[in-house]
């Protein structure tokens, strides 16, 4: 079945970039996304990329797809103390209905 | 909008008794999910809906939780009896196709 796989932790320095990686295995999905979960919070939606695209940009944000080898990463740019969360790749069928977690990157941020 | 809304926010019950929580979805939204988030297990998808019809509650733990949408605008899912294996935080989510909207989740105790 559909699975989503992402490393648990990451650890940076306030202004450094971070980079989140995710693997993916439906080959048909249609969307990718990332949400970002604060402490005692619901997920966010934060970007979301369509499987014909290879890039997208937003803000300090940078998507990556890499439809081949079926890889996702979101990179943080200028990471503050506030990126501190949780980060979740996630993917939706075709349908559109039935969307697939990963298990979440927890991202450290040290001042 | 004022975006998804659950209550209660916070539940603490006793072993055995029927806990009963509740969502508000986004206007206009016509798919409502229901997760559930702890640390051993992630989010779990347990049930969603589509104009107010049951899709796949295959993620529904047992036969103690049941969901309802009995309208647009409102769905409950119940555990009955509750037992403290229950305990996480419960998730609403809704959307129009693709990206999914949480709202601030129910974090259930129960004892």
């Known amino acids: 079945g559909e699975d989503v796989e992402q490393s648990l932790f990451l650890s940076v320095r306030e202004g450094d970039s971070s980079v989140i990686n995710c693997t993916y295995t439906?080959?048909?999905?249609?969307?990718l996304y990332w949400y970002k979960q604060e402490p005692g919070a619901g997920l966010q939606l934060l970007t979301y990329?369509?499987?014909?695209?290879d890039m997208k940009q937003d803000q300090r944000l940078t998507v990556l797809l890499n439809k081949k080898d079926k890889h996702l990463s979101l990179r943080i740019a200028d990471t503050q103390t506030g990126d501190s969360a949780i980060y979740f790749c996630?993917?939706?069928?075709?349908?559109?209905?039935?969307?697939?977690f990963g298990a979440g990157t927890r991202l450290f941020v040290k001042a | 909008d004022a975006g998804v809304i659950q209550s209660p926010r916070h539940e603490v019950t006793e072993m055995g008794q029927e806990v009963t929580l509740r969502c508000k979805p986004i206007?206009?939204?016509?798919?409502l999910f229901w997760y559930r988030q702890t640390m051993m297990r992630g989010l779990e998808l347990l049930i969603y809906?589509?104009?107010?019809?049951?899709?796949?509650d295959s993620g529904m733990p047992e036969d103690r939780f049941s969901a309802k949408m009995p309208n647009a605008s409102f769905s409950t899912l119940k555990i009955q009896p509750s037992e403290p294996r229950d305990s996480a935080v419960y998730f609403c989510?809704?959307?129009?196709?693709?990206?999914?909207?949480f709202g601030p989740g129910t974090r259930l105790l129960v004892l």
């Open positions: 809906f589509n104009n107010n019809v049951p899709i796949d």
């Open positions: 439906d080959s048909s999905s249609t969307y």
């Open positions: 996630a993917e939706t069928d075709t349908g559109g209905f039935k969307t697939i």
């Open positions: 206007s206009g939204h016509n798919s």
């Open positions: 990329i369509f499987s014909n695209m």
């Open positions: 989510a809704s959307s129009s196709g693709g990206s999914q909207y």
